[in-house]
């Protein structure tokens, strides 16, 4: 049931990309910037919740929230997009330039101080808070 159930959110995501692309594109905006727009739209719900947890002081669920989201879009989503792919022909491509590559490490790198001590604080939290700024700004300026 629930790979019935995660069909229809690739299908659904692939009409509204091309519908978001194609104005990014009529605007003149990187067409990167649509992905992050469709990523920030499916991922709201859990990202609502992860904020409300967190203002609430409660930051074991906060955190669930986090690992849940990206389990499922690591071991759910990604598979299922690519299958997608596959059975309608659409080329895939899921690689890296090489500053994205070093903006990942340093957010692993910056989880695992993060998530692996007793606490957090809120400079680590503005540390990821600058790492995701600069991501944008390499999404909106290449």
Same mark, same amino acid.
């Given at each position: 049931?629930?790979?019935?159930?995660?069909?229809? *959110?690739?299908? #659904?995501?692939?009409?509204?990309? +091309?519908?978001?692309?194609?104005?990014? %594109?009529?605007?003149?905006?990187?067409?990167?910037?649509?992905? %992050? &727009?469709?990523?920030?739209?499916?991922?709201?719900?859990?990202? *609502?919740?992860?904020?409300?947890?967190? +203002?609430?002081?409660?930051?074991?669920?906060? *955190?669930? #929230?986090?690992?849940?989201?990206?389990?499922?879009? #690591?071991?759910?989503? &990604?598979?299922?997009? %690519?299958?997608?792919? !596959?059975?309608?022909? @659409?080329?895939? #491509?899921?690689?890296?330039?090489?500053?994205?590559? *070093?903006?990942?490490?340093?957010?692993?790198?910056?989880?695992?101080?993060?998530?692996?001590?007793?606490?957090?604080?809120?400079?680590?939290?503005?540390? @990821?808070? %600058?790492?995701?700024? +600069?991501? !944008?700004?390499? &999404?909106?300026?290449?």
């Amino acid at each position: 049931m629930l790979g019935l159930t995660l069909l229809p *959110i690739p299908l #659904i995501s692939e009409s509204l990309a +091309v519908l978001i692309e194609g104005s990014f %594109v009529d605007l003149g905006l990187p067409e990167a910037l649509a992905g %992050v &727009v469709i990523a920030m739209l499916v991922l709201s719900p859990e990202g *609502i919740s992860g904020v409300r947890a967190a +203002v609430a002081n409660r930051m074991q669920r906060s *955190i669930n #929230i986090l690992f849940g989201t990206a389990l499922s879009t #690591i071991a759910l989503t &990604v598979p299922a997009v %690519v299958l997608l792919g !596959l059975f309608t022909g @659409h080329e895939l #491509i899921l690689g890296l330039a090489a500053e994205d590559s *070093i903006l990942l490490a340093l957010t692993l790198a910056l989880c695992m101080l993060t998530f692996g001590g007793r606490s957090t604080d809120l400079l680590k939290g503005a540390v @990821h808070l %600058v790492l995701f700024g +600069v991501f !944008l700004l390499l &999404v909106i300026v290449p």
